[in-house]
C-alpha cells in the first residue's frame, strides 16, 4: 500500500514538473548568467581581501533575480530564482559578519571570520552546483 502511494507521488509529481518544462529561452539565459555569476562571486569571495566584491555582487545579482521573478512564475526557473535570492542573502549576511570580525583584528574574530568565509562559501557552492545540474537537467530546484 506504501509503495502504491509512493508510485502515485511520483507520478504526480513528474506530471506537474512536465507540464512545467515550456521553453523559455530568456528565463534559461538569465538563469545561466545568474548561476556564472554567483560561483565567479564565490569563488572571488574566498579571497579574503575581496569579500566586500562578494558582498556588492551579491546585492546586484539579486536584484536582477528580484526583476525577474515575476516573469518566471509557474515556471521550472521560479524555484531557481528563489534559489539566487537565497543564497544572495545567506551570502551576503555571512560575508557581512566575517568582515565584521576581521575588522576586530584580534586572533579570535580572525579565526571566527575564516570559518564563517568557509561555511558561506562551501553552502554556497552546493547550492550553486546543485541548481547549475537541475537547470542543465531542465528540472526545478526544489530543496
Known amino acids: 500500500m506504501l509503495e ?4 502515485q507521488n511520483h507520478k504526480a509529481s513528474d506530471q506537474l514538473e512536465g507540464a512545467l518544462k515550456v521553453e ?3 528565463l534559461k ?3 545561466w548568467t545568474l548561476y556564472w555569476g554567483y560561483w565567479f562571486l564565490t569563488l572571488v569571495a574566498a579571497i579574503p581581501s575581496l569579500s566586500w566584491l562578494g558582498v556588492i555582487g551579491y546585492i546586484a545579482l539579486v536584484i536582477v533575480a528580484l526583476m525577474k521573478m515575476g516573469d518566471a512564475v509557474d515556471t521550472i526557473y521560479e524555484s531557481h530564482f528563489r534559489n539566487y535570492v537565497l543564497v544572495a542573502i545567506i551570502g551576503t549576511v555571512g560575508l557581512i559578519l566575517a568582515l565584521l570580525f576581521m575588522f576586530l583584528n584580534e586572533a579570535v574574530s580572525l579565526l571566527i571570520a575564516a570559518v564563517l568565509i568557509v561555511l558561506v562559501l562551501v553552502w554556497s557552492a552546493y547550492r550553486i552546483i546543485k541548481g547549475m545540474l537541475r537547470l542543465n537537467s531542465g528540472r526545478a530546484f526544489r530543496d
Open 4 to 7: 502504491l502511494l509512493r508510485d
Open 29 to 31: 539565459r538569465i538563469s
Open 24 to 26: 523559455h529561452p530568456e
